[in-house]
């Protein structure tokens, strides 16, 4: 997607990620350390993780869009930007994966220790990919402000 609204995509797009995935983070530590929550809310969970993988993903093929237009005066700045951008998209889609393992295995037994394995790994891995977001908008930026564009 290389424009939305007569505007180059990824600007526009990125800003979705940037908010979703650490609001998933923090809401995902909040339910490994509260198994009742996560009983209650489990597939609003889901939902969230969803959510921010697709945020992710639309960030990183507009974002490819859009450095195929300017390669030209970017040359190979947005190399590691494009790294991190994948990077930080394969966190997100481990951090739904131990999402949905988590629900799936809370719903079949309450109680569930390894539900709330599951779920801590889950909140490690959401804040993994909150530290990736941050270091692929940091070199984002650097492209921008370092007088590139």
Excluded: C
């Excluded at 921010?52 to 990183?60: D, E």
């Amino acid at each position: 997607m290389e424009s939305l609204f007569g505007l180059p995509a990824h600007p526009l797009l990125l800003h979705a990620a940037v908010v979703i995935v650490p609001f998933a983070a923090l809401v995902t530590v909040a339910l490994a350390v509260r198994p009742e929550w996560r009983r209650r809310q489990g597939l609003a969970w889901v939902v969230l993780a969803l959510v921010a993988f697709a945020s992710t993903i639309l960030a990183n093929q507009s974002g490819e869009a859009f450095n195929a237009v300017l390669e030209d005066r970017i040359g190979d700045l947005a190399v590691e930007h494009g790294e991190l951008g994948n990077q930080t998209t394969l966190l997100v889609f481990v951090y739904l994966l131990t999402t949905l393992g988590s629900v799936g295995v809370e719903y079949r037994r309450s109680e569930s220790k390894a539900a709330t394995a599951l779920a801590a790994i889950a909140a490690l891995v959401a804040v993994a990919a909150t530290v990736w977001i941050v270091r692929t908008g940091h070199e984002g930026a650097r492209i921008v402000w370092d007088g590139v564009l």
